[in-house]
């Protein structure tokens, strides 16, 4: 008796999802008020500018690293996308830009590379592919804020779903 056995394309399954989570995103990102976009609530909450200047940060930083340019991931780091994530409009752009940039070097990569281990930005030795997974899920947990954002706002609507 053969068996067939069909591997996982694990590419093609993260880069899907992230395509998933980028239109959820900017859904949601329409949902907020521009005049609200900017603001921080408490005085302590980042903005939902920063935390798509976050999104894209980590995104870029593991785009570059499947590219091989491990890159420091330092303050100055993150505030060359906070500028651009000022407005609504300019999110978008920047998370969409961001988003195509990683799908590429994700589908060139080459296995080793995805296997290889390299230092993330929080001091672990990771290996690549788990760090585009980190960057990935890192989306839909600043789109969760983003949700929640809304809710403080007083809009109860899940965007992205269609409500």
Not at 69 to 95: I, W
Not at 107 to 135: C, H, Q
Request: aromatic letters at 10%.
């Amino acid at each position: 008796m053969s068996t067939l056995t069909q591997g996982i394309d694990a590419r093609g399954y993260l880069s899907g999802w992230l395509q998933g989570l980028a239109s959820m995103y900017t859904v949601d990102i329409e949902a907020i008020p521009e005049d609200q976009w900017t603001k921080s609530f408490g005085g302590v909450t980042r903005n939902a500018g920063d935390l798509t200047a976050d999104t894209v940060a980590l995104m870029e930083w593991t785009t570059e690293a499947i590219k091989g340019n491990v890159l420091p991931m330092d303050e100055g780091f993150h505030k060359q996308y906070t500028e651009q994530c000022s407005t609504r409009a300019g999110a978008t752009a920047l998370l969409n830009q961001s988003v195509e940039k990683f799908q590429a070097a994700l589908n060139s990569a080459s296995d080793e590379t995805l296997n290889s281990k390299i230092m993330a930005p929080w001091g672990m030795e990771t290996p690549v592919f788990i760090l585009a997974n980190v960057a990935v899920s890192h989306v839909w947990y600043h789109d969760g804020q983003l949700n929640y954002i809304q809710c403080l706002l007083g809009d109860e609507k899940v965007h992205w779903m269609g409500n």
